[in-house]
């Protein structure tokens, strides 16, 4: 049979994103090698804040026609200290999302076997979530603006955005995302009783959006009570959309419940199809461990398999997570989930679980 091909733009970036994104291309690698099914062509970008520093842009000219022609982007992360944050984050991350329209950012969480949640009561399958994160516009929209600056009176707004077309089609998604999975179970988060002009319209559209998915048992709540309800009754939760900002602060949360901010993937796609969709670990480029070589990798790894499974390569990528959880069974694994692994150990064992399996 013919080998798929599918090229891949990797985007390493700062901090531990080069360290990471190289393990999961070497796993990567090794997968497609042992399987024989697909291949990756991989080609990288050097845009960093490095780049930025040196030219004064993060993607150079002619950067978003480059990436275009790509089935996927494989990023790292951005954030460097001699560069402001929100600099770093619309220079790069947000320069990708918002063109390519990768309006649904999917976050899924477990614990992984081998590793512990710091729930004292939360066992593996106990707590497997999909979180899905409005990622166009709402409070990230780039609205809003300063005036009087330097004065004791300065002003700074923030606008929160909310169009019913991008509202209804993340919905939509959404409870495509709870139907695909067993328990057909969606639990959508607003904060309507304070925000009641755009939470409110959320609520609208919801109802409508659901009368499309009459087996998909919907369940609502408002974002505080929400922290609450994932820390004492993780079971109780499989789907979960909310705004761009409250799904950002809800996954990192979720990362925590699960065991650590270094297991975690994320995915910005585009549901249409039109533009390459971009997947990355959740976490940042942790300047605090870069360069020491113990970055936990399994972000990355697990980050990799939502990329196949949106490619299409739905069996490689389940191959590939259950060679992870074997690794964190075996207990290697590092600092930040009580190992005493490296980054390169646990990519080592990976892949020899790769090619042991096939
Ligand atoms: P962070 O995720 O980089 O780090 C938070 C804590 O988790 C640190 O103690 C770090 O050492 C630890 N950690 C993160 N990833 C880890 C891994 N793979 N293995 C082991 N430990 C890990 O978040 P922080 O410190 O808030 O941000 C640092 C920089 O990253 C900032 O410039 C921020 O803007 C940027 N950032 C970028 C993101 C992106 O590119 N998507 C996402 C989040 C933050
Ligand atoms: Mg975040």
Redesign the pocket.
Known sequence: AERRVYKIASIP?D??GPE?ISAGITVLQTLSKALGTFDLAIEHFDWSSATYLKTGKYIPDGGHEKLKQFDAIL?G????PNVP?HI??WGL?LAICQPFQQYANVRPTRVLRGTQSPLRNCKTGDLDWVIVRENSEGEYAGQGGRSHAGQPWEVATELAIFTRHAVERLLRFAFETARSRPRKLLTFVTKSNAQRNGMVLWDEVCEIVAREFPDVKLDKMLVDAMTVRMVLKPESLDTIVATNLHADILSDLAAALAG???IAPTSNLDPTRKNPSMF??????????AGKG????V?TFWTAAEMLAWLGEKDAAAALMECVERVCERGIT?P?LGGTATTVAVTDAVCQEIEREF
């Open positions: 970036a901090g531990i990471v990023f992360a951005v954030g460097a944050d770093s984050l991350r650590s901010i270094g990355e670990p959740i976490h940042g480029s942790a300047f605090d461990i113990i970055a936990n990798p972000a590092t930040d």
